[in-house]
Structures are given as structure tokens and as C-alpha cells.
């Protein structure tokens, strides 16, 4: 079994600044890729910014500039600096990882919880 579990959010208020960290543990054999996607009340769960494997980062125009993704690796663990946040950020933050299991190499597409980040003064 593979679980994904977030942590970081929170309150804000309008520019202020949040960190979202996504720790992946269990059978792990090696992971393609690491993003988070956000869903706001009444809209579709969007993607906010994944980075895959090598470094490779891609970020939703509304958070570039704004929001950097990195990853450890060694951890299995995904985090997402969250800088200038504005009231439209607010929304369930999810990770998502791509997962190659041991058990039979095969790539399964993995979820987190969620976690609620609100900006608002």
C-alpha cells in the first residue's frame, strides 16, 4: 500500500505566505512524478504545479512567480512554497504522485487527503 499525507495548511491572510509539504510512504519502488492540484467550492480540481523526475517543474499561470514546488527525493516527500497568496488561492489543496510499485513495476496514480488552505482577512 502506498498513502500520501499532506500537511501545512491553514489561515492567511492576503499576501502572506504558506508551505504545503507531502510525505509518500509504503511500497515505494521509485516515483515519476509529484504535483499538487487544488479544487475550489463549485469548480473542478485544478493543477497548481508538478515536478517530475530530473527536476522538471510546471506551474499554473496563476501561481507563477508566486508559488515554487521542490522535492526530497531521498524523503519521497513533495512541498509547495505558497508566497503572496491571494483570497482566490483559497481552496482544498491535494498531492499527487505517480508511483512505480515493486510488487510488479507497474505506475499507479496515487492521492492525498487534502488540506484546506483559506486567504482571507
Known amino acids: 500500500q502506498v498513502q500520501l499525507v499532506e500537511s501545512g495548511g491553514g489561515l492567511v491572510q492576503p499576501g502572506g505566505s504558506l508551505r504545503l509539504s507531502c510525505a509518500a510512504s509504503g511500497r515505494i519502488f521509485s516515483i515519476n512524478k509529484m504535483g499538487w492540484y487544488r479544487q475550489a467550492p463549485g469548480k473542478q480540481r485544478e493543477l497548481v504545479a508538478v515536478?517530475?523526475?530530473?527536476?522538471?517543474?510546471n506551474y499554473a499561470d496563476s501561481v507563477k512567480g508566486r508559488f515554487t514546488i521542490s522535492r526530497d527525493i531521498a524523503k519521497n516527500t513533495v512541498y509547495l512554497q505558497m508566497n503572496s497568496l491571494k483570497p482566490e488561492d483559497t481552496a482544498v489543496y491535494y498531492c499527487?504522485?505517480?508511483?512505480?510499485?515493486?510488487?510488479?513495476?507497474?505506475?499507479?496514480?496515487?492521492w492525498g487527503q487534502g488540506t484546506q488552505v483559506t486567504v482571507s482577512s
Open positions: 499527487n504522485a505517480e508511483i512505480r510499485r515493486p510488487s510488479d513495476f507497474l505506475t499507479y496514480n496515487y
Open positions: 515536478i517530475i523526475s530530473g527536476g522538471i517543474t
